[in-house]
């Protein structure tokens, strides 16, 4: 890897790497959010399974 190209980075980079970062972070929330309702939901469907 060529670490010159990490030395020189400008400021015409850091929108680049913002939108980067918020991306990293919309990606993590959405997964999160994904794994709790996959959660309730498999808690709604075992209870209603009892039930039955």
Same mark, same amino acid.
């Given at each position: 890897?060529?670490?010159?190209?990490?030395?020189?980075?400008?400021?015409?980079?850091?929108?680049? $790497?913002?939108?980067? #970062?918020? @991306?990293?972070?919309?990606?993590?929330?959405?997964?999160?959010?994904?794994?709790?309702?996959? $959660?309730?939901?498999? #808690?709604? @469907?075992?209870?209603?399974?009892?039930?039955?």
């Amino acid at each position: 890897m060529n670490l010159q190209l990490l030395a020189s980075l400008g400021w015409h980079e850091l929108p680049i $790497l913002i939108f980067a #970062g918020l @991306l990293g972070v919309v990606f993590f929330l959405v997964i999160r959010q994904n794994q709790k309702d996959y $959660l309730e939901l498999v #808690g709604i @469907l075992t209870s209603s399974k009892a039930d039955s």
